[in-house]
């Protein structure tokens, strides 16, 4: 198995604003997982988390929820970032510990980048997993009023 991805540590921030604030949630279309980008920089943050596991050796594992300036509320118990060989039946995956592991191959964590690209001139959200195939769908949102 491979190893791990480097845990992405920025030194001096704590007592700033979290990058991205994340929950679980039951949504309209069923379990949803809702990540709030705070700014354009965490927009850019969480694009270079998804080209890092596209050029990451198979097996890598990134954890989002146990990353500086993450604050995910207490409905997610953890999320797992994972690269893939093969395009998986399902992408998001939730264990009995209430664990999720989001598994891609390379050309679809670009694919996952990409699609935040227009959040760097915009509001919006995209949606990066199935509601219909998935455990949950994941939904990453810029600038959107979510109170």
């Known amino acids: 198995m491979a190893a791990p991805l480097p845990r992405r540590v920025t030194s001096g921030m704590s007592g700033l604003q ?3 604030e994340g929950d679980f949630y039951e949504g309209a279309y069923g379990p949803s997982i809702l ?23 198979i097996g890598a594992v990134f954890r989002l929820d146990s990353q500086p300036r ?13 690269r893939v060989e093969d395009t998986p039946t399902r992408h998001l995956v939730q264990a009995p510990d209430g664990t999720f592991t989001w ?5 679809e964590w670009q694919t996952a980048s990409l699609m935040l690209e227009p959040l760097l001139k915009q509001s919006g959200h995209q949606y990066l997993t199935s509601e ?16």
């Open 70 to 82: 993450v604050a995910i509320g207490a409905a997610l118990t953890a999320l797992e970032l994972r």
């Open 35 to 57: 990540l709030v980008l705070t700014s354009r920089e965490a927009v850019a943050w969480l694009r270079s988390i998804f080209d890092d596991l596209a050029r990451a050796s």
């Open 132 to 147: 219909t195939d998935d455990d949950a769908t994941i939904e990453v949102s810029y600038g959107e009023d979510h109170g």
């Open 18 to 20: 979290p990058l991205l």
């Open 103 to 107: 598994s891609c191959t390379a050309d």
